[in-house]
């Protein structure tokens, strides 16, 4: 895996983990844990008569940030995620939130990324001219599985469906989603232990964040246990990118 496929593999994760867990989150009235808000939306919303589309929000971001998440449609997502993050930066931007903007515009930035990534596949849709061959994602071509990304997408929607009636399985829902797509992308044989060790942080992270609320009545150190996996995770990736750089030079050289 070239060092360009990992960075944007950690972009679709953060992007998937992101809005899958604000979607569950909103469904779930704020107990799955999740890093942007509003956490209770869809009451906010009742208030107007709008719940049903506090719900359609919601579920629109568990059912994207799982597309994201399961890697063989995952530039199905991002295509999706783009509207939607260009909407929350309108919204927040003309609210005047302090600071939110500046994170909604990063997610969009990261968003555009990923789909630059994928230009060959998505080409020929902007410019027909060209007459080029459909192409297949280029994660289709590194993450070829099928059962393990219906998996993800699979229990996503269960969690969504669930989380307004019973949290528990919303909670187990939502953490197997999470677990099965880092499992989804874990391949030892073509990752550095640099790499491997920057997934499982970063899932260890993710997980502890989504069940932060029934960690922390256990007296468990959440925002440690999170900030330490993104600590490692930033590190793994900077010891990735040198490795890679270093191997880069010396075939140059060589």
Not at 152 to 158: E, K, P, S
Request: proline share 5%; glycine share 10%; net charge positive.
């Amino acid at each position: 895996m070239r060092l360009v496929d990992f960075y944007v593999l950690l972009i679709r994760l953060l992007l998937g983990y992101v809005f899958f867990s604000s979607g569950l989150c909103k469904l779930s009235d704020g107990h799955f844990g999740q890093l942007i808000g509003p956490p209770l939306l869809i009451r906010q919303l009742e208030a107007y008569q709008l719940g049903l589309f506090g719900y359609f929000v919601a579920a629109s971001q568990v059912l994207v940030g799982a597309l994201v998440l399961s890697q063989r449609w995952s530039l199905l997502g991002l295509v999706m995620l783009v509207p939607m993050n260009a909407s929350i930066l309108a919204v927040t931007t003309s609210q005047q939130w302090t600071g939110t903007p500046f994170v909604n515009a990063f997610f969009l930035l990261l968003n555009l990324l990923a789909l630059l990534y994928e230009w060959k596949s998505l080409r020929f849709f902007l410019i027909p001219e060209l007459g080029s061959p459909v192409v297949p994602a280029r994660t289709h071509q590194l993450f070829p599985g099928f059962w393990k990304p219906v998996a993800v997408v699979g229990l996503g929607l269960m969690g969504a469906v669930v989380a307004p009636f019973s949290l528990p399985l919303a909670l187990a829902a939502g953490v197997a989603a999470l677990i099965m797509a880092w499992w989804n992308v874990w391949q030892p044989q073509r990752m550095s232990w640099a790499a491997g060790i920057a997934l499982f942080a970063s899932l260890t992270a993710v997980v502890v964040l989504a069940l932060a609320e029934f960690l922390s009545s256990l007296n468990v150190g959440v925002y440690i246990v999170v900030g330490g996996g993104v600590i490692i995770t930033f590190l793994a990736v900077l010891t990735e990118t040198v490795i890679k750089g270093l191997f880069r030079r010396q075939h140059f050289q060589g």
